[in-house]
């Protein structure tokens, strides 16, 4: 389920990139609570024990993306 929203997401990043105007504030929000969300899950399901603790590397970089993001708005 969540692929299936993590699609649909991509497709309005993608449209967002190929215009050739600004980004649009409305697609920004939709990346940072992405990668919230994401950083959520994988920090959450490495707690459980229901994935391995190398997810939290993932869940590093994508902090970092988050940074990023914040810092471009």
Request: hydrophobic share 60%; with cysteine.
């Given at each position: 389920m969540s692929s299936a929203l993590?699609?649909?997401?991509?497709?309005?990043?993608?449209?967002?990139?190929?215009?050739?105007?600004?980004?649009?504030?409305?697609?920004?929000?939709?990346?940072?609570?992405?990668?919230?969300a994401l950083i959520m899950v994988d920090v959450i399901f490495v707690v459980r024990k229901i994935i391995s603790r190398v997810y939290l590397l993932d869940a590093l970089l994508e902090s970092v993306l988050l940074g990023a993001l914040i810092f471009l708005i």
């Open positions: 993590l699609f649909a997401s991509s497709l309005v990043f993608l449209y967002s990139a190929l215009r050739e105007d600004a980004v649009p504030i409305e697609t920004m929000i939709l990346a940072i609570a992405n990668c919230l």
